[in-house]
């Protein structure tokens, strides 16, 4: 193990986000029928092993680890009705800083969508590699929630489209085809403007 415990808990949190992040959105989602919550929680159960990890140590079972932590975030968000966007960003600002990987720089973007605006979150998706998001489903989802709250619908249909084309979950795509109106009908803004 690393003698910097605030390292470690860095690399292990980057290896989750890199080997784990899609399978833990499609889970969470196929579970909650929110695809956004699923992604909100997630990232905030990031902050908390980065919070948590350098004290207590990596879990042996950390993806575990995290799913009882997003539980806990979903229970705290019911009760106060609030994310703190400001503290995912700097955990995901954080991470971009040490690993740029598209996992971590697509939940940036959302994350930044919600504290500086969707064409903030647009900008760094548009930043992204095209050859490295596009079969990369979390791109999509995000891309298709920027646009949502920027406005822009038919560019939110066609990337919750290609979103609901590259999953393998049927729970994930009836959230998006029905989120999204896939089949031709307006989609419906939500007060929150997340999808």
């Known amino acids: 193990m690393t003698a910097d415990p605030a390292a470690a808990t860095r690399q292990a949190v980057q290896d989750i986000a890199r080997v784990s992040y899609g399978r833990l959105v499609a889970y969470l989602a196929s579970v909650t029928g929110d695809m956004a919550a699923a992604e909100d929680a997630l990232s905030e159960a990031f902050l908390a092993a980065l919070r948590t990890w350098p ?62 605006g969707p064409a903030a979150g647009l900008r760094l998706l548009d930043d992204l590699p ?40 049927d729970g994930v795509r009836r959230f998006l085809e029905s989120e999204y109106r896939l089949d031709g009908r307006s989609p419906a803004a939500r007060a929150d403007g997340d999808p």
């Open 55 to 116: 004290e207590r140590g990596v879990p042996q079972r950390p993806d575990s680890w995290l799913v009882t932590a997003i539980q806990s975030v979903h229970n705290r968000r019911a009760v106060t009705g609030c994310t703190d966007w400001a503290a995912i960003a700097a955990l995901y600002t954080g991470l971009a800083t040490a690993t740029p990987t598209v996992g971590v720089l697509v939940a940036l973007a959302k994350a930044r969508s919600h504290t500086d």
């Open 130 to 169: 095209a050859d490295r998001v596009a079969k990369y489903q979390p791109y999509w989802v995000v891309l298709a929630h920027c646009r949502r709250r920027a406005g822009e619908h038919d560019g939110a249909v066609a990337a919750a489209r290609q979103a609901a084309a590259l999953t393998a979950d």
